[in-house]
């Protein structure tokens, strides 16, 4: 089945500042990546997704890069604001299959 | 158009007995997938449902399993619990036709073993 890595598991960074977080997937069948954000005490919500036949995908401050040769995908977050610090995580899966997520990645935006 | 809403919020049981979760989905979703969520190992896929059937299931003993009505809700029931089984427990819907796409959490059952 899908595995899905994910680096680093904490990152701090000054406000203003780039967040990368960085996953790998092991199933070369996977089609669709999605990252989600959850803040404490909430729910996972969807921030962004990318498939298969796109290369990168920007929404306003974040962005999402996959490489499916070396099957890994990124996540970009630009000019870091303190509302950004949460656990982020990313995900694999295909079509009609379970989605394998990652184990996350608590983000702290230090103002 | 409500959330995903799952019952009971938060709930503490001993070893040995056994729990019973519920999920409202979105209405208009057919699929319902459940995971575990403990420190350190992010989300763990227990099984999906769709239109009553269970189409996925992850790496849980036996003494995990669930369920799903005609009317989409679904159910999760852990039997001879036990300490390690402590944790948030999250339900995520899906539109019916979306064989991928974005996963509507709700805001999850926690559950305390004592």
């Known amino acids: 089945g899908e595995n899905v890595e994910q680096h680093p598991s904490t990152l701090s960074v000054q406000e203003g500042d780039s967040a990368v977080i960085k996953c790998t997937y092991s199933?070369?069948?996977?089609?669709?990546f999605p990252w989600y954000k959850q803040e404490l005490g909430k729910r996972p919500q969807l921030i962004i997704d990318?498939?298969?036949?796109?290369g990168e995908k920007k929404d306003q401050r974040i962005a999402v890069t996959l490489n499916k040769t070396a099957k890994h995908f990124s996540l970009h977050i630009t000019e870091t604001q303190p509302e950004d610090s949460a656990v982020y995580f990313c995900?694999?899966?295909?079509?009609?299959?379970?989605?394998?997520f990652g184990t996350g990645t608590k983000l702290q935006v230090i103002p | 158009k409500a959330g995903v809403t799952q019952t009971p919020r938060y709930l503490i049981k001993t070893r040995g007995q056994q729990v019973t979760l519920s999920c409202s989905p979105i209405?208009?979703?057919?699929?319902v997938s459940w995971y575990q969520q403990t420190p350190g190992q992010g989300l763990q896929f227990l099984f999906e449902?769709?239109?009553?059937?269970?189409?996925n299931k992850g790496n849980f003993p036996g003494r995990f399993s669930g369920r799903q009505f005609s009317n989409s809700r679904s159910e999760m029931n852990v039997s001879t619990l036990e300490l390690g089984d402590s944790a948030l427990y999250l339900c995520?819907?899906?539109?019916?036709?979306?064989?991928?796409?974005?996963?509507?959490f709700g805001e999850g059952s926690r559950l305390t073993v004592l």
């Open positions: 995520a819907s899906k539109t019916q036709g979306d064989d991928t796409g974005e996963l509507f």
């Open positions: 199933d070369s069948a996977s089609n669709y």
């Open positions: 209405s208009g979703h057919r699929s």
């Open positions: 449902y769709f239109s009553e059937t269970q189409r």
């Open positions: 990318i498939r298969s036949n796109v």
């Open positions: 995900a694999a899966s295909r079509s009609y299959q379970k989605v394998t």
